[in-house]
């Protein structure tokens, strides 16, 4: 048997556990495993490196993808279709686990469906947010990144007597920002499911202030969204192939407001990419080998068309049409937790 296994999207913590696992596994089994190079760029253009237990073997611990990624969509031009199914054939592919968040999967979804590639999906977003899993791996390290920024930014912010509101990635989804404000105690969350309310915010920092707390922690997504009068999120104009714009820039207006509206001394931090780079945490590290080794095992017996997931302590497998598409909104009951201290 020889496998094809490619990462496409954001790159994140814990993608090499995945590679890393997917070639033992598969080679335990007495099959080979070749890395397509850059997402499903390398699908259709056919750029590979052989993989093997001696050469992934050190990886478990580095962040990024050993593959590189690319938000390539094959679907953007049907003729790249046509080369990708041809490339697959040319390579003598019997499976091809595809790495991704909902763009990757809808891909070697409809590549299943379609063009019956045998495809296996293996979920991956920072942002925690794909419904058919109950965590992606990455998302651990990232709240763990946040929480030491804030941590550094907390004793400058006590000094100088200042409010520093941090920006989070979440595009969609509040489950970083919701988390990391969790754990380092911020004094408010802002996260895309429900509309920012900038007048309880500042409500909330003049209360504690006047409390005696002589600084501030704002933890706010990316996404989340300010009424139209407030202003705007700052957006490109471009999208990418698969049709999203660049979020950024709401922490900054956030500061703005803040700063107009108490009178308090506000800095804005955006951590952006920080967020996804570096070692995988150790819980990371264990998903994602977990995922990678449930994934091969689809792959040797020929069960094609289905998504490894999280759910509760076991890997499962879903079909993988029913496994895209859906997004995985922020628990509300964990953000009613966190409001617990927003008073
Ligand atoms: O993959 C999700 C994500 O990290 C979002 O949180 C963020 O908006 C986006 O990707 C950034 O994408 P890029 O790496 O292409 O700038």
Request: hydrophobic share 40%; proline share 2%.
């Amino acid at each position: 048997m020889k496998v094809g296994v490619l990462t496409g999207g954001g790159d994140r913590p814990g993608l090499n556990a995945v590679i890393r696992a997917v070639v033992r596994a598969v080679h335990n089994a007495n099959g080979t495993t070749i890395g397509l190079l850059e997402g499903w760029r390398g699908a259709i253009e056919g750029n590979y490196i052989d993989l093997s237990p001696e050469n992934t073997d050190g990886i478990v611990d580095r962040g990024g993808t050993i593959l590189g990624s690319s938000r390539t969509n094959p679907y953007k031009n049907s003729k790249d279709v046509d080369t990708l199914v041809d490339t697959f054939h040319r390579l003598g592919l019997n499976a091809l686990i595809a790495i991704g968040g909902d763009d990757t999967l809808v891909v070697g979804s409809r590549l299943f469906a379609e063009r019956t590639i045998s495809t296996i999906g293996c979920p991956k977003t920072i942002d925690n947010d794909l419904s058919s899993t109950d965590q992606t791996f990455g998302f651990d390290t990232s709240i763990n990144i946040v929480m030491e920024a804030v941590d550094r930014l907390r004793t400058t912010a006590e000094s100088h007597r200042r409010i520093v509101v941090v920006e989070t990635m979440g595009r969609h989804a509040g489950w970083i920002a919701c988390y990391s404000g969790v754990a380092t105690a911020a004094d408010y969350i802002l996260v895309p499911e429900i509309d920012v309310d900038l007048d309880r915010m500042c409500d909330v920092l003049k209360k504690r202030r006047e409390a005696g707390k002589l600084y501030g922690i704002v933890v706010v997504s990316e996404g989340a969204k300010l009424s139209k009068d407030e202003g705007f999120v700052t957006q490109d104009a471009e999208v990418d192939d698969f049709g999203h714009v660049k979020l950024g820039g709401i922490g900054e207006l956030v500061a703005r407001v803040i700063e107009k509206r108490t009178g308090f001394e506000t800095r804005c931090v955006t951590l952006g990419h920080l967020q996804r780079g570096g070692p995988p945490s150790a819980y990371d590290r264990v998903l994602g080998t977990r995922l990678g080794i449930h994934a091969a095992r689809l792959a040797i017996h020929k069960d094609f068309g289905k998504m490894v997931a999280l759910r509760g302590t076991n890997i499962v497998a879903v079909p993988l049409a029913d496994a895209v598409g859906t997004m995985r909104k922020l628990d509300m009951g964990v953000l009613r937790e966190a409001e617990e201290f927003f008073t």
